[in-house]
Every structure is written in C-alpha cells, then in structure tokens.
C-alpha cells in the first residue's frame, strides 16, 4: 500500500493551551464555549503537496468520495511525490475517479511544487500573505483553500477565513443572536481574537458541529 493512501500522525499547535486562556479572558463566547470541548485541538498532517493534492481532490464530493478517489489515485505511483503525478496519464487518473479538471489541477500543483515555485523550506519565515499569494497561484487553489491549509498544515495562529461560511454563521449564532453578519462585523469579533484568530475559529466551527475538523 502506498504510505500516502493512509493519514500520517498529527501533530498539535503547541501555543494551544496559551490561546485558550488568551481568549477566555478576552471574550465571554469563548469563555463558555472553550470549556465544552474539553481536550479537544486542531490537528495537521502529512506535508504540504499531500494536503493540497487532498484539497483539490476533496473538492466538491463527500468526504468519503474523496477518500475513496485519493486512495485509488496513489496507488498509481510507487511513491507519493510531485514527479511522479507529472508522469502519470489523463486516462489512468480519470479511471481512478478524479474529473478532467482536477486532473489539470493536480499537474499544476506538481509543475509548482517540482520546479519550486513555491518555497517550502522558506514558509516558516514568510508571513501568511506572501504564502497566500503563492499558493493562489495554483490552479485550483483559491484564498479558502490557502487559509485553511495556513490554519490546518501550517498551524498559524492568527487566521480569520472571512469567506468562510461556516464561520460567519457560527458568528451569527454566538453574537449577534442568530442575525446576519457582514464580514465587516465578523472582522470586527475577530480584533478581539487577536494574536489567536485561527484558535478562536475553530471553536466557532465546533460550536456548529462537535467533531473536530480534519484537514
């Protein structure tokens, strides 16, 4: 079996306990809510062109859709990396599940990650913008994609996916009693998350659905 078809060890942020009692003394939703979800954190896993190729291959269908096509398109490659996607055929990925253009999707993503257009070992100094706009640059990738992979692969602690609808409507649930929300008014709640943004977001989509969300 292809060691990339199962998930690797997760890793947890180390500044979690540090942000949780940063925002229970800043904020009084996070007061309440921090304690419901006991031992609970954000995990990440894997490196980083695995969690893309996941993103752009979960795009659209079920988690076990896509589980199921991930699983049946690394077993294409003897090993799991950028050169070997770029070798393999359309029709031989198609047949594995994965539509035409997330078959373009997934090339571009190796043609990036192989001619190293985007800078891996440099990430841990750039800040999360920079690391945006490399990533955007990716066909398939949008400023979601690049925000939940800072959040979930990254592990950045200050986050605040305002595209996000899950989040805008936990905001709305939390804060403004069920009321729409602008994002104006979510960035808004969010100055008070700071520097622990990505934290205080998490427990938000908690708050919507208890299990932990895997990236």
């Known amino acids: 079996m292809n060691p990339a078809a199962a998930p690797p060890e997760a890793v947890v942020p180390p500044y979690w306990d540090e942000a949780c009692k940063h925002l229970v003394k800043r904020d009084r939703v996070m007061k309440k809510l921090i304690p419901q979800f006991g031992?609970?954190?954000?995990?990440?896993?894997?490196?980083?062109?695995?969690?893309?190729?996941?993103?752009?291959?979960?795009?659209?269908?079920?988690?076990?859709?896509?589980?199921?096509?991930?699983?049946?398109?690394?077993?294409?490659?003897?090993?799991?990396?950028?050169?070997?996607?770029?070798?393999?055929?359309?029709?031989?990925?198609?047949?594995?599940?994965?539509?035409?253009?997330?078959?373009e999707y997934l090339h571009d993503?190796?043609?990036?990650?192989?001619?190293?257009?985007?800078?891996?070992?440099?990430?841990?100094?750039?800040?999360?913008?920079?690391?945006?706009?490399?990533?955007?640059?990716?066909?398939?990738?949008g400023r979601w994609t690049a925000e939940m992979f800072l959040i979930f692969h990254l592990m950045r602690p200050n986050v605040m996916p305002l595209d996000d609808v899950g989040l805008l409507?936990?905001?709305?649930?939390?804060?403004?009693?069920?009321?729409?929300?602008?994002?104006?008014?979510?960035?808004?709640?969010?100055?008070?998350?700071?520097?622990y943004r990505s934290v205080a977001v998490w427990y938000i989509w908690r708050s919507l659905d208890p299990l932990p969300v895997d990236y």
């Open 169 to 195: 409507k936990g905001i709305s649930s939390n804060y403004f009693s069920g009321e729409p929300v602008s994002r104006a008014e979510a960035r808004e709640v969010g100055d008070a998350w700071a520097p």
């Open 39 to 103: 031992e609970a954190r954000l995990q990440s896993r894997g490196d980083a062109f695995a969690t893309l190729a996941r993103s752009i291959v979960g795009q659209q269908i079920s988690v076990k859709a896509a589980q199921s096509v991930w699983s049946r398109w690394v077993e294409l490659m003897p090993e799991f990396h950028p050169g070997h996607v770029l070798s393999l055929g359309v029709d031989e990925q198609r047949a594995a599940g994965l539509s035409a253009r997330k078959v």
């Open 109 to 141: 993503l190796a043609v990036h990650f192989d001619a190293g257009r985007v800078h891996v070992d440099q990430w841990a100094q750039m800040d999360d913008e920079a690391i945006i706009e490399e990533l955007v640059a990716i066909r398939g990738i």
